[in-house]
């Protein structure tokens, strides 16, 4: 079985500039999130999907950062402008569906770097 | 706001040793998960603990899940270089049916 894919690994972009990230989820699962992860914390939920609707979406700031899920598949996460504090690793997971107990699947991340 | 605090937040030991890091939080989950997070990845799902005073073996891994349902801890015995990594428990509120809370982390480096 396939895990979740993301691209790119890396980017290094400069402060003002914008950036897209890609997700690809396990095939059938119905929910797919999208975490903010800075250099020794633990990961921090921007937006959750379940199938092409938004669930949650409280942490993400909505003045920079967008994303969108068409077709209940791939999801993409943009941020416009960026800023220095968005340096991070970008995770996307996904699981089966929402709800207690369900494990979720993380992709690899996406190291972005803001100079 | 509901937190996971984890301690200690880093921890460096000779192979071999045995260990216990923790994940405390003044909230009650229904279920709390732990996962193994290397360098480069995402984070892995290593076990679940739903009932209050459970615990979970997984070869030399050691979950115990408090009898209160608010805290739980991880023990390592024998602990070989290949255990090293960032340790991240998850608890699911019990108010709350989808989102997890997460920990800061652990960094264990287990030194051959």
């Known amino acids: 079985e396939a895990g979740v894919a993301q691209s790119p690994r890396y980017k290094i972009i400069e402060k003002r500039q914008s950036v897209a990230f890609w997700c690809n989820p396990i095939s059938g699962h119905a929910t797919l999130y999208w975490y903010q992860q800075i250099l020794g914390q633990g990961p921090k939920l921007l937006i959750q999907?379940?199938?092409?609707?938004?669930?949650?979406d409280s942490q993400l700031p909505k003045d920079r950062f967008s994303a969108e899920r068409l077709k209940g598949v791939d999801s993409t996460l943009k941020i416009q402008p960026a800023k220095l504090e968005d340096s991070a690793v970008y995770l996307c997971?996904?699981?089966?569906?929402?709800?207690?107990?369900?494990?979720?699947?993380f992709g690899p991340g996406t190291r972005l770097t803001v100079t | 706001t509901q937190l996971l605090e984890q301690s200690p937040q880093f921890l460096s030991i000779q192979e071999g040793e045995n260990l216990t890091v923790y994940c405390n939080s003044s909230s009650v989950f229904s279920s709390l998960q732990w996962y193994r997070q290397e360098p480069g990845e995402g984070p892995v799902l290593l076990v679940t603990v739903v009932t209050g005073g459970e615990v979970k073996k997984l070869k030399r891994l050691t979950f115990q899940f408090g009898d209160a349902r608010k805290d739980s801890s991880l023990h390592i015995t024998a602990a070989q270089p290949g255990d090293t990594g960032l340790y991240l428990c998850?608890?699911?509120?019990?108010?709350?049916?989808?989102?997890?809370?997460w920990g800061a982390g652990t960094k264990l480096i287990i030194k051959p």
């Open positions: 998850a608890g699911a509120p019990r108010d709350s049916n989808y989102q997890l809370i």
């Open positions: 999907f379940q199938n092409n609707g938004v669930v949650d």
């Open positions: 997971a996904s699981s089966f569906t929402s709800g207690q107990g369900y494990e979720q699947y």
